[in-house]
C-alpha cells in the first residue's frame, strides 16, 4: 500500500501544469466559456489533455515503462493538439491533431505486456482496456479536426466520442484499478472491473447501434452496467478512504459523490427512448455530465493518488 503524503509537485510537472494552464486560459479568452454550447466539450478535452494527462502520466511512471523523453513528447503532441482547436476544422488542424493519436497509440503499445512480466491479472486487463479507449479517443479527436463524420454522426457526437474515451475510458477505468488495489480482496472492486471492461466499450457500440440502426436496446443496457461500475466504484472510494489523510479523504468522498451524480445523469440519458426526459439533452450532458465528470471524477480522483503515490 502506498504511503499518504501530500508533496508539492516535482518540477517536470509543475512546469507541464504551468504551461497548460497558460495555454488554457489563452483558449478561454479567445473562446469564452459557454457551458450549453459544443465549444464546451472542446473546453474539457483540453483540460484533459494540457492538465490531467500529465498528472496521470506523472503517476503511471511508476508503474509503466516510459522512455525519458516522453513528457516533452506528451507536452509538445499536447501544445500541437490545443492549436488544432485553435483553428476552424480543415486538412491544417486535423495534421496538428495527429501526433496526439501516436502518443495514445504509444501508450498503449507500452502498456503490453512483455514475455518476463506475469500474467495479466483483471486490474491489468482492465488498465489495458482503458489505454486502448485512449488510443482510440484520438482518432475521434482527429476525425473532428478534419471535420469528417464516420458512420454519419454528428460533429457534436463525434468531438463528444473524444472526450468520453479519455475521461470513461483512460481515467475512469484507471480510478477503478487504483482503488481496487488498495481492497484487493474487495468483491464490489472486481465486479466494478468486469462491469467497466464490458460496458465501456458496448456503449460504444450502442451508439454506434442506433446511430446506425436506430436500435436503442443496446446502448440503454449499457449505459446501466456503466452506471452500475461507477456506482459499485464509489462505494470502494468512500470504503478506502477511512485511512486515507484528511485532503485524501476529502477528494476521495468528492470523486464518490461526482460518480454517483454523474453516472445517474448517464443512465437517465441513455432510457430516455423508454422514459423521455425533455431537460436531458445533448447540451444539459455536456455541460453537467461531462463537467462533472471532468471536474469532480478525474481531477479529484487524480489528485486522489497523486498525493497519495508521489
Excluded at 72 to 78: D, E, V
Excluded at 142 to 160: E, H, K, T, Y
Excluded at 195 to 206: D, N, R, Y
Excluded at 265 to 279: E, F, V
Amino acid at each position: 500500500m502506498w504511503p499518504s503524503k501530500t508533496p508539492s509537485p516535482p518540477n517536470p510537472l509543475r512546469f507541464q501544469l504551468a504551461w497548460g494552464g497558460l495555454l488554457l486560459g489563452i483558449w478561454f479568452f479567445q473562446t469564452p466559456p459557454a457551458l450549453l454550447h459544443s465549444s464546451w466539450a472542446a473546453s474539457i478535452l483540453l483540460f484533459a489533455v494540457l492538465i490531467l494527462l500529465p498528472i496521470y502520466f506523472s503517476l503511471e511512471k511508476k508503474e509503466t515503462t516510459l522512455p525519458r523523453y516522453w513528457d516533452p513528447i506528451a507536452s509538445i503532441s499536447g501544445t500541437l493538439f490545443w492549436l488544432a482547436f485553435l483553428l476552424p476544422p480543415s486538412t491544417l488542424a486535423g495534421v496538428l491533431a495527429l501526433p496526439w493519436l501516436f502518443v495514445g497509440l504509444a501508450f498503449f503499445i507500452l502498456s503490453l505486456p512483455t514475455k518476463n512480466e506475469d500474467i495479466p491479472n483483471l486490474g491489468d486487463w482492465t488498465l489495458l482496456a482503458g489505454r486502448l479507449l485512449f488510443a482510440t479517443a484520438g482518432f475521434w479527436a482527429v476525425a473532428d479536426r478534419l471535420a469528417l463524420q464516420p458512420l454519419g454522426f454528428s460533429p457534436d457526437i463525434v468531438l463528444l466520442t473524444a472526450v468520453h474515451f479519455h475521461y470513461a475510458g483512460l481515467f475512469f477505468l484507471s480510478l477503478i484499478v487504483w482503488a481496487a488495489r488498495e481492497a484487493p480482496k474487495s468483491r464490489i472492486a472486481q465486479i466494478s472491473m468486469w462491469l467497466a471492461i464490458v460496458s465501456v466499450p458496448l456503449t460504444a457500440l450502442g451508439i454506434t447501434a442506433s446511430q446506425v440502426w436506430g436500435q436503442y436496446l443496446l446502448e440503454s443496457i449499457s449505459a446501466v452496467l456503466v452506471g452500475l461500475s461507477g456506482m459499485l466504484t464509489a462505494r470502494l472510494y468512500i470504503r478506502i478512504s477511512r485511512s486515507a489523510s484528511q485532503p485524501v479523504r476529502m477528494l476521495r468522498y468528492l470523486t464518490a459523490i461526482s460518480l454517483v451524480v454523474g453516472m445517474t445523469l448517464a443512465i437517465l440519458y441513455a432510457i430516455r427512448p423508454i422514459y423521455p426526459i425533455d431537460w436531458l439533452h445533448i447540451p444539459f450532458m455536456r455541460a453537467v455530465h461531462g463537467t462533472c465528470n471532468a471536474l469532480g471524477i478525474a481531477t479529484a480522483g487524480l489528485l486522489s493518488w497523486y498525493f497519495v503515490k508521489c
